[in-house]
């Protein structure tokens, strides 16, 4: 839920005015789907990838520096990039590749950083989490994390508004209704409802009482922003203690946020893992992340049921893209190469090389018929 500040130059001329930022593939060819791939990198550009072929398009210069994260809004028009520092907000128009400008908060002695940052549907606002730093003539002064509404249009914060609970977070688990009506707020044991008009609390969804009556425990999740889910839809991986054997097992929920439901059911023992949804909404991804034991992990959502755990040479610090035909997964940072596997075999199929290294990687499907987003 980082943001940051992204700054676009638009870009003239062929691929030769893109200088040495290109793609070079190896090994076997296969598309992944046709959608689009973003990748921040430390030279401070996004580079423009064809999914199909994994081969360099274009890329935007970021004049903040280095596109440390990148927040796609609803619309898929707009990146919302924040700086290495958190400090620094850029809005980029994607389809123009040209900048909408840059905010701050710092000032003079000040510097706030952004813990947490998420745009509403309409882009009227964002919510954010900041801290600031001042710094004093003997000592720096750090204030609590403060939960901000920042008007995009004012440029501007219109309102502070008070922790749920009084439970201060530095990060916030927020996500919004399709239609932008609605902002929901992830606590430990419920989800909060509030009115995005006057940012009052109207109404709360104590969604743990019903794992509690089966002796589950509390569902432990954030709110990811997942271009393969339905509007107003959350998939992913739930920990839950078992209160009998006082074990931790590991789930999967789905939460209708709309109508208040949410339908779960256990897959064993709890273990550090991943998991991305797959366009088709029947299968998930995740990767074992643990030295010396890298997995890629299949999951059957229709059958409830782990179908597969296939060991997989990892990187120490990775991520991964599940493709927008749901055929193959990209596993990226850190360094300048992604590496492609067919997700029916888990065969390596190629690496694409960058000629600078990454800082994140952003996806955007080709839209659905019918899709709202």
């Not at 009052?200 to 393969?228: H, I, S």
């Not at 998991?275 to 059957?300: C, M, R, V």
Request: with cysteine.
């Amino acid at each position: 839920m980082l943001v940051a500040a992204v700054c676009g130059l638009i870009l003239e001329g062929s691929f030769a005015s893109l200088g040495t930022l290109r793609a070079q593939t190896t090994g076997a060819s296969r598309a992944g789907g046709n959608g689009t791939v973003y990748v921040g990198t430390y030279a401070k550009k996004i580079l423009v990838l064809d999914e199909a072929t994994l081969t360099l398009r274009d890329s935007i210069t970021t004049t903040l520096g280095i596109p440390y994260a990148m927040l796609l809004s609803f619309n898929r028009q707009h990146f919302y990039v924040l700086d290495p520092a958190n400090e620094k907000v850029e809005i980029i128009d994607i389809p123009g590749k040209k900048s909408l400008g840059t905010f701050t908060l710092s000032s003079g002695r000040t510097a706030v950083r952004i813990g947490g940052l998420n745009v509403d549907p309409k882009e009227r606002f964002a919510i954010m989490v900041v801290k600031s730093t001042t710094k004093r003539a003997d000592r720096y002064e750090i204030s609590r994390p403060v939960l901000v509404r920042y008007d995009l249009e004012k440029r501007a914060v219109t309102d502070t508004i008070p922790w749920p609970n009084g439970q201060e977070q530095d990060f916030a688990q927020i996500i919004f209704s399709p239609n932008g009506e609605f902002m929901y707020f992830s606590t430990a044991d419920a989800i909060l409802v509030f009115d995005t008009n006057t940012m009052k609390q109207v109404d709360r969804w104590d969604y743990a009482r019903t794992l509690y009556e089966e002796g589950m425990g509390r569902l432990n999740f954030g709110f990811p922003n997942d271009l393969y889910e339905d509007p107003g839809f959350y998939t992913g991986l739930f920990r839950i203690n078992d209160p009998v054997n006082h074990r931790a097992q590991m789930g999967v929920a789905r939460l209708d946020l709309m109508n208040r439901t949410v339908d779960f059911y256990s897959l064993g023992p709890s273990q550090a893992t991943s998991f991305s949804l797959a366009p088709d909404k029947k299968h998930a991804y995740g990767i074992h992340n643990e030295i010396g034991n890298y997995q890629f992990w299949t999951f059957d959502l229709e059958n409830r049921r782990v179908v597969g755990k296939t060991e997989f040479k990892g990187r120490p610090r990775m991520g991964f893209k599940v493709s927008s035909n749901g055929q193959l997964l990209y596993i990226h940072t850190a360094g300048n190469t992604i590496d492609v596997y067919d997700t029916g075999t888990w065969q390596k199929l190629r690496t694409v090389e960058l000629a600078a290294d990454m800082t994140n990687l952003v996806l955007i499907p080709p839209r659905a018929p019918g899709a709202g987003n």
